[in-house]
């Protein structure tokens, strides 16, 4: 069921509220000079290494929406060790891959509807079966975005999300 919303931003209605949010890259990304990423930098949609020493891996953080029968899922990127994301690369095709124990990392997403930053919450990343994008678990904390998981969001939360990453307000 698509769900159209009247927009508290623009005053528009948007049709289709989007449950899914999140950036291409890491923010690690954007500190490398464009000239350079060519060089530096090995993306993918769901990979990214950078210098060679840096590591992340794109999951989805889910938020069960209250008042809904929808989840809502920030995509996020993971920082990952070395040998973690290596063992994530080795398992990315397995059969059985989700019975592997979570990888420790930190989110290098800079989420937007934040009063607090997002970048460097402690996360595990929970691999799913192929051909699923790995759920990210958040320490449990009081930053608000790790509320928001720990105990859900509403509809109308869903789409002041979605005003805020449509329009930047």
């Not at 398992?91 to 934040?114: A, D, I, K, M």
Request: glycine share 6%; with cysteine; hydrophobic share 35%.
């Amino acid at each position: 069921m698509s769900i159209s919303y009247r927009c508290n931003t623009c005053g528009e209605t948007h049709e289709g509220l989007p449950f899914t949010w999140g950036p291409a890259v890491p923010d690690r990304y954007y500190a490398i000079p464009a000239a350079e990423r060519e060089q530096r930098v090995e993306l993918s949609s769901d990979q990214c290494i950078i210098d060679g020493t840096e590591f992340f891996v794109l999951g989805r953080l889910e938020i069960s929406v209250l008042d809904s029968e929808n989840n809502f899922y920030w995509l996020a990127w993971v920082s990952l060790t070395e040998d973690d994301f290596a063992r994530v690369y080795e398992l990315w095709h397995t059969s059985g891959r989700e019975s592997e124990p979570p990888f420790s990392g930190f989110l290098n997403s800079e989420l937007p509807c934040y009063s607090e930053s997002t970048l460097t919450l402690a996360a595990q990343l929970v691999t799913q079966p192929v051909g699923e994008r790995p759920l990210i678990e958040l320490e449990r904390s009081y930053h608000p975005l790790a509320v928001e998981q720990g105990s859900g969001i509403t509809i109308a939360r869903v789409q002041e999300i979605a005003e805020k990453c449509i329009h930047g307000a």
